[in-house]
């Protein structure tokens, strides 16, 4: 593993030093691939999946070429949902953490522009959004590219399956000739190839050989009438009792659907899917990932980003056409070394998907009566519950504010207190469900950083 260790890149000390303290040490195959031609300028077109380290194989390449007190943007990163632009800004901002003062901006809709058209007036080395939201700043003179040294197209393939095809090449368009484009994509349709002719100077193309491995996640298939599908599901999480799970379904409606089936049976359950405004859909992935609800059904595309540390179980309401997305799916749950489990649900008609996923995970599909699934009672409920504060960012609150606060002048002890999220102009902190209320009251009547603030408690 010697020649995949960070320090052989020409990297400078402090960011070595960064990335160790990131436990950094190794490079996965993608970065070990596709970081030394980065660095060398080289224009990529890289094959890479969600979780395979392809945020630090980029970032450090573009960080590697900034400027810090030349306050233009000089890196821009394009990506498919507002999920995956945070995700991928939070990365950066901790790779940046060896360079002084690198201002990170992020450019999605949901989000008034005026708010972003002000961050950006301030200066920004590098931004980070959606194809149709950078456009608009584009056109209305908020962002100017002249200065821009690198183009990122993160997860290209699934940009162009939702429709942003024109507004990347505008975008690009826009971009000085002169640049260096990264390229990332799980796939090679033909329109990558397309965006490549079109907007890359001699790109090197490199393909990581993927490892399907689903072999430590436990995977049962139940044949299902369709209208048995979504009762199918309460019986599944009432046998297997997860602590929390993730359902996928293939269509919105079917997403709203098992929403409302779950909720009936009294499942702190919630949904993800693209009509979401983006308030809501922060909501969603906040009071998920801080196990406030113990149960999110969402589509692959809304899902797409998300990435939840201890998940329980994996409910494939729907089997999806795609086989590779399905070992995807599964993928999300048995992270970290830990048992997985992934509960199926199938059709006759849908027999055929259920055979090209057993033909690419090399395994059959073993069903098993729904008759065997016995009732065990509800899963436990929730730990947490998710107070939303009136104040971000843009307001200087820090985490260590809320903490302090609450463990504070509110009197509760540190483990009551769970993940705490500052967003631009909201912060989400997790509390344990039995103090929820009292520390919604408390801190409302309270102050962080010295001013009041608005509390109040999300639930359905």
């Not at 002000?118 to 584009?138: C, F, K, M, Q, W």
């Not at 809304?302 to 309401?317: Q, Y």
């Not at 985490?399 to 606060?405: I, R, T």
């Amino acid at each position: 593993m010697a020649d995949r260790a960070f320090a052989r890149l020409p990297l400078p000390p402090a960011q070595l030093d960064n990335l160790a303290s990131l436990g950094f040490t190794q490079m996965t195959p993608i970065q070990a691939a596709s970081l030394p031609l980065a660095l060398a300028g080289r224009d990529l077109i890289a094959q890479a999946e969600t979780g395979s380290g392809k945020t630090a194989a980029f970032g450090l390449a573009l960080l590697a070429g900034l400027n810090p007190r030349f306050f233009g943007a000089q890196a821009l990163v394009l990506c498919p949902t507002r999920e995956l632009a945070d995700q991928v800004a939070q990365e950066l901002r901790r790779l940046a953490r060896a360079q002084d003062n690198i201002k990170t901006v992020v450019l999605c809709g949901g989000v008034p522009l005026r708010n972003q058209a002000a961050s950006l007036e301030h200066g920004a080395h590098i931004v980070v959004g959606t194809p149709g939201r950078v456009l608009d700043h584009l056109e209305r003179g908020n962002l100017v590219l002249d200065g821009l040294r690198t183009l990122v197209l993160d997860e290209a393939d699934r940009m162009l399956d939702m429709g942003f095809m024109d507004d990347i090449a505008a975008v690009a368009r826009r971009c000085p000739a002169d640049r260096q484009t990264l390229l990332f994509s799980a796939t090679y349709p033909e329109g990558i190839a397309q965006l490549a002719r079109q907007f890359l100077r001699d790109p090197q193309r490199i393909t990581v050989e993927k490892k399907q491995d689903v072999s430590h996640i436990v995977q049962h298939w139940y044949e299902v009438e369709e209208g048995q599908r979504l009762d199918a599901v309460v019986r599944l999480l009432r046998h297997h009792r997860p602590d929390n799970a993730l359902a996928f379904c293939n269509t919105k409606q079917q997403c709203r659907d098992l929403l409302a089936v779950l909720r009936g049976h009294g499942f702190a359950a919630l949904a993800l899917y693209g009509e979401l405004e983006q308030v809501e859909r922060d909501q969603v992935l906040v009071r998920f990932a801080n196990r406030s609800a113990n149960v999110l059904v969402a589509t692959d595309v809304a899902a797409r980003g998300l990435d939840i540390a201890r998940l329980g179980a994996v409910v494939n309401v729907d089997v999806t056409p795609d086989p590779e997305v399905h070992v995807h799916r599964v993928g999300r749950t048995g992270r970290a070394g830990e048992k997985g489990l992934a509960l199926n649900l199938a059709s006759m008609d849908e027999m055929g998907r259920v055979g090209r996923i057993e033909q690419l995970q090399g395994q059959p599909a073993r069903f098993e009566p729904l008759a065997s699934l016995q009732d065990q009672g509800m899963p436990p409920p929730p730990p947490m519950a998710t107070l939303q504060i009136q104040g971000g960012r843009k307001e200087k609150i820090r985490a260590g504010d809320v903490l302090g606060a609450l463990t504070g002048e509110a009197g509760y002890t540190r483990e009551q207190i769970g993940k705490i999220d500052v967003n631009e102009f909201s912060t989400y902190v997790a509390v344990a469900r039995g103090i929820a209320q009292q520390a919604a009251s408390r801190l409302d009547r309270g102050r962080i950083k010295g001013k009041s603030v608005r509390v109040r408690l999300l639930d359905d």
